[in-house]
């Protein structure tokens, strides 16, 4: 073996010997789309950073928890990651819930429906949500989110922006029944939180420009 050969073997024998299989989400946006999924786990990159000192995180729509594996690797927070969906709650379970070290629990709830009864976080995380909530549910979604959220605590909301609409996939123009333009997102949760910071993305790109240009709108909530 040469020397080469010798130091990758250093290398591939500390993998892990676990392998994961991807949920039917995750799967199709690796294999149609990929970067989609990349642009995906930026966001879950920057939330992960702006609750790196956070105890307590809930994440509503967690979807099959791979996202919750950034709050996982970034933070020491215990994580309650919900969502309506019970075939990505029981991938997610069954899947991701072995790796997490007992500190993500995944529970199957439909917080625009009814309030979640767990307690108050410090940290508040919703990405790629509120554009499916039906506009009769939104108030009482959001209500239901914030009350979530301590007093002091940070929430943060993630959605494509309305201003980018006409370049959405055919399967985000099904799906994506209340989209949000920067004022509207703003204003909107103005009503609920002491301070909220608009922020935009454009792919992994996270800044502050012009958010109109921006085809994805990330709002920082203080309560």
Same mark, same amino acid.
């Given at each position: &073996?040469?020397?080469?050969?010798?130091?990758?073997?250093?290398?591939?024998?500390?993998?892990?010997?676990?392998?994961?299989?991807?949920?039917?989400?995750?799967?199709?946006?690796?294999?149609?789309?990929?970067?989609?999924?990349?642009?995906?786990?930026?966001?879950?990159?920057?939330?992960?950073?702006?609750?790196?000192?956070?105890?307590?995180?809930?994440?509503?729509?967690?979807?099959?928890?791979?996202?919750?594996?950034?709050?996982?690797? @970034?933070?020491?927070?215990?994580?309650?990651?919900?969502?309506?969906?019970?075939?990505?709650?029981?991938?997610?379970? @069954?899947?991701?819930?072995?790796?997490?070290?007992?500190? %993500? @629990?995944?529970?199957?709830?439909?917080?625009?429906?009814?309030?979640?009864?767990?307690?108050?976080?410090?940290?508040?995380?919703?990405?790629?949500?509120?554009?499916?909530?039906?506009?009769?549910?939104?108030?009482?979604?959001?209500?239901?989110?914030?009350?979530?959220?301590?007093?002091?605590? %940070?929430?943060?909301?993630?959605?494509?922006?309305?201003?980018?609409?006409?370049?959405?996939?055919?399967?985000?123009?099904?799906?994506?029944?209340?989209?949000?333009?920067?004022?509207?997102?703003?204003?909107?949760?103005?009503?609920?939180?002491?301070?909220?910071?608009?922020?935009?993305?454009?792919? @992994?790109?996270?800044?502050?420009?012009?958010?109109?240009?921006?085809?994805?709108? &990330?709002?920082?909530?203080?309560?």
């Amino acid at each position: &073996m040469n020397n080469t050969k010798k130091i990758w073997k250093k290398v591939s024998d500390m993998n892990i010997q676990d392998s994961l299989l991807l949920g039917p989400i995750n799967a199709e946006s690796l294999l149609k789309d990929p970067k989609h999924l990349a642009f995906t786990l930026s966001r879950y990159k920057f939330s992960a950073k702006i609750l790196k000192k956070c105890g307590h995180i809930v994440e509503i729509g967690c979807g099959e928890g791979l996202g919750s594996m950034m709050f996982l690797a @970034e933070t020491k927070a215990k994580i309650a990651a919900i969502d309506f969906d019970n075939k990505q709650i029981s991938y997610a379970k @069954e899947n991701i819930f072995p790796h997490t070290k007992g500190r %993500v @629990e995944f529970i199957q709830w439909d917080i625009a429906a009814k309030p979640y009864q767990g307690k108050q976080a410090d940290g508040l995380v919703c990405l790629d949500v509120i554009e499916h909530i039906h506009s009769s549910q939104e108030r009482k979604f959001i209500r239901h989110c914030v009350a979530l959220v301590k007093k002091g605590g %940070v929430a943060i909301f993630g959605t494509p922006n309305q201003c980018a609409a006409k370049y959405a996939s055919k399967r985000s123009k099904i799906g994506h029944i209340n989209l949000f333009d920067p004022t509207r997102l703003t204003s909107t949760l103005e009503k609920y939180f002491s301070h909220v910071f608009l922020f935009s993305m454009n792919d @992994e790109i996270v800044h502050t420009g012009y958010d109109k240009m921006a085809h994805y709108l &990330m709002a920082l909530c203080v309560k």
